[in-house]
């Protein structure tokens, strides 16, 4: 079997096709400590360092036994959760009250622990980027790794000084918005401006900017997507989200497919409603994909129409 060699200079996690068949599909072996190409079987490197832990463990208990390592950093933090905290609860370790004059003391060690942990501008800036995203991911019930990866972007931006000028929510906002388009979770500009005091146009022209500056590849979101949010704010049966995406599937080749995403999706489940003799009103469509009933009218009449559905309402 040939074997290359590692360049003078080079990582390992720079190497991401294989130079023989240039196949993205490279597996590391860490029996063998060798990164290997699944496809043509080239070594790519040797003698890598396996990352795990060096014991074993059979269940959770020997697992929590054995391992050393502390909670993983999180990035939603200035100080990436690493620096200490005081309890805002004046009672010491076995639960007894503290004297008065301890409690001032304490009270001057908590204030000047805040201030420590964001010494710096950028520091003090992500703490207030930090309790934007959270507020708005709140209340767009988005998961944790939503919020990470926002975070993640964010620095990104803060390190490019690309957004210089630009208000730190404004900025946070559309970081939320690009990290939502890279994990396939479909959320709009309208929602995530109502729960910010930044318009839609705002957050938009702020995202734009992101995008070029950090040459970020995001494919837009599909009509598909919005589909399972729709009709669960619709209480519709699986049936009725199964015939709908059988609609978008067959308004692939329409003109149709120009259109806003999420109003592809809220006419076909209009359709699929009404197929299904679950019909829902217009009215509430609309109101569950956060559009205006002229826009679901509109868009169900041309696909219908492009589809040959004869729709009596």
Request: glycine share 2%.
């Amino acid at each position: 079997m040939a074997t290359k060699s590692k360049k003078k200079g080079e990582k390992v996690d720079e190497i991401l096709t294989c130079p023989e068949c240039s196949s993205s599909h490279l597996k590391r072996d860490y029996d063998h400590a060798e990164v290997v190409c699944a496809d043509c079987g080239l070594v790519l490197e040797e003698n890598i360092v396996d990352p795990g832990p060096e014991w074993r463990a059979f269940d959770m208990q020997q697992e929590n036994a054995l391992a050393r390592a502390g909670p993983p950093m999180s990035t939603t933090l200035p100080d990436k959760g690493l620096s200490t905290e005081i309890s805002p609860t004046n009672r010491d370790y076995y639960g007894r009250s503290i004297s008065n004059r301890n409690q001032s003391m304490l009270f001057r060690m908590r204030k000047w622990q805040r201030r420590a942990r964001a010494s710096k501008s950028a520091e003090r800036n992500m703490a207030v980027a930090m309790r934007e995203m959270q507020a708005v991911a709140t209340n767009l019930k988005l998961p944790r790794r939503i919020q990470e990866t926002a975070a993640f972007i964010y620095r990104r931006a803060i390190q490019e000084q690309s957004l210089s000028g630009r208000a730190i929510e404004m900025v946070a906002c559309a970081a939320l918005y690009a990290a939502c388009r890279q994990e396939g979770v479909p959320r709009t500009l309208t929602e995530i401006s109502r729960h910010s005091r930044y318009s839609r146009k705002e957050i938009s022209r702020t995202y734009q900017v992101m995008v070029k500056a950090l040459k970020m590849h995001s494919m837009p979101p599909l009509p598909e997507d919005y589909l399972p949010r729709i009709c669960s704010k619709l209480d519709l049966t699986p049936k009725v989200e199964g015939t709908a995406r059988d609609l978008l599937r067959a308004a692939q080749d329409v003109p149709l497919t120009n259109s806003v995403p999420i109003s592809l999706a809220a006419a076909s489940v209009y359709i699929a409603s009404i197929i299904n003799n679950e019909r829902r009103k217009q009215k509430d469509v609309a109101r569950a994909a956060d559009l205006t009933e002229v826009t679901i009218r509109s868009r169900y009449k041309e696909m219908a129409q492009f589809l040959s559905i004869d729709i009596h309402i």
